[in-house]
């Protein structure tokens, strides 16, 4: 990775396979703490979702000509989790996932920001995203990001409390730069 310059676009179809790797490397951290059946099924899920025909866009982030990060777009929470109840309707990411080896080049921040711009774009106001206390890091990073929390928009998942997070886009100085 000399070039360190981190370039998002659309995925292309050509993309998916390296997709899938850079998910798999970016969550394999969480087969460590997760139940063997629990992992299998979120791997199961994550692979799923990368040809899931209810993904508004898939956009990749590259370093160097390649693929080392990905984050998934979707419409609300029917068509990013079939969860209609929780009445998100505005656009949601799922799936953000950046490669080991590119951690620490701002992949995710660059990811996340070519999400918020493309939701402002579509008319949204606000984008959302849900994660656990498994994903710490990641947690700091949207609050850092200004993402602030949704309680009313959380909801378990087995014993596990999924958090929900949301941008306010026309206030954010994530897309002041």
Do not use: C
Request: charged content about 25%; hydrophobic content about 40%.
């Amino acid at each position: 990775m000399s070039d360190k310059k981190v370039i998002i676009r659309y995925a292309e179809i050509s993309d998916l396979d390296s997709v899938r790797e850079v998910l798999l490397d970016a969550y394999q951290q969480y087969s460590e703490t997760l139940s063997a059946e629990r992992w299998e099924q979120y791997k199961e899920s994550i692979l799923l979702s990368v040809n899931a025909e209810t993904t508004k866009a898939r956009l990749v982030a590259e370093v160097g000509g390649e693929v080392v990060g990905s984050v998934f777009i979707y419409d609300s929470s029917e068509t990013a989790y079939g969860a209609p109840q929780l009445e998100i309707h505005t656009p949601i990411i799922r799936l953000l996932g950046v490669s080991r080896k590119a951690r620490g080049l701002g992949v995710a921040t660059e990811l996340i920001r070519s999400s918020a711009k493309l939701s402002l774009e579509w008319g949204a106001d606000t984008l959302h995203l849900h994660t656990s206390d498994l994903m710490d890091s990641a947690i700091r990073l949207y609050e850092r990001l200004g993402f602030e929390r949704a309680f009313d928009k959380e909801f378990m998942n087995g014993d596990i409390l999924v958090k929900s997070y949301r941008l306010p886009l026309r206030e954010t100085t994530l897309l002041n730069v």
